[in-house]
């Protein structure tokens, strides 16, 4: 499973363009639970049910939780790259499924924060 969110307006949502949005794996990478967006005010971050952890809707990284205690790449959710046409569409690229790309789903993927 895949999330594909808008940023908030501080983070560049409100721009015309690829962006503005993400898609991150679904799966959290403590123990496997589906985590949702909450894009409300005072949230604005991925929440898992489970056991809490959060994760940063700009990085996919962990930033609360048990998540953000394991070790790279175990805490920054996978994600893979988008694009847009000329009409606006976008698109996901054929991703690269390793932890210095785009990540393994459940595992995590390396990244320069
Ligand atoms: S499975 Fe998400 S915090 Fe444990």
Redesign the pocket.
Known sequence: MWQLIRLPQELGGEANDVSAFRVYSNI?L????L?KYYPDEGRKRGE?P????TYDPMTGLATG???SLQAPPSNVLPKPDLEADSQGYLYITPPKFDTASNGIVGYGRFVKI
């Open positions: 959290c403590h123990l496997w639970c985590w898992c489970c056991h809490a952890s939780g048990p998540a």
